[in-house]
């Protein structure tokens, strides 16, 4: 059993810049891929980054490729997605996940998540 915490969303404007964090409670931290996941009014929830659970290989959406960085802290349980030069279309609920399992980009393939936190980017 993994517990996920978000935190550090908000509003920023267009441009700007966001880290949010996930803290991970449990244990094997470092046994689960872990994601983060996007979900804008009207649309489904959306693949934003990755970093799997083995080789710490790094994954992102074609969208924010060059912008947001994913990385993840096993001694501290913690993962982060550093966000810049933000646009009003990254505005979304967030969501940090975790997965044993070998995918990164399906949500079905993900076992836990967190609450979610806001984005929000004002133009």
Same mark, same amino acid.
């Given at each position: 059993?993994? =517990? ?6 908000? +509003?920023?404007? %267009?441009?700007? $810049?966001? @880290?949010?964090?996930?803290? /991970?409670? *449990?244990? /094997? ?13 009207? @649309?489904?929830?959306?693949?934003? #980054? ?5 080789? *710490?290989?790094?994954? !992102? %959406?074609? $969208?924010?490729? &060059? ?18 030069? +933000?646009?009003?279309?990254?505005? %979304?609920?967030?969501?940090?996940? #975790?997965?044993?399992?070998? &995918? !990164?980009?399906? =949500?079905?393939? !993900?076992? !836990?998540? *967190?609450?979610?936190? =806001? ?5």
């Amino acid at each position: 059993q993994v =517990q996920l915490v978000e935190s550090g969303g908000g +509003l920023v404007q %267009a441009g700007g $810049s966001l @880290r949010l964090s996930c803290a /991970a409670s *449990g244990r /094997a931290f470092s046994s689960y891929t872990m994601g983060w996941f996007q979900k804008a009014p009207g @649309r489904g929830r959306e693949f934003v #980054a990755a970093a799997t659970r083995i080789r *710490g290989t790094i994954y !992102y %959406a074609d $969208s924010v490729k &060059g912008r947001f960085t994913i990385s993840r802290d096993n001694s501290k349980n913690t993962v982060y997605l550093q966000m810049s030069s +933000l646009k009003p279309e990254d505005t %979304a609920v967030y969501y940090c996940a #975790a997965n044993m399992g070998l &995918g !990164y980009d399906n =949500q079905y393939e !993900y076992d !836990y998540w *967190g609450q979610g936190t =806001q984005v929000t980017v004002s133009s």
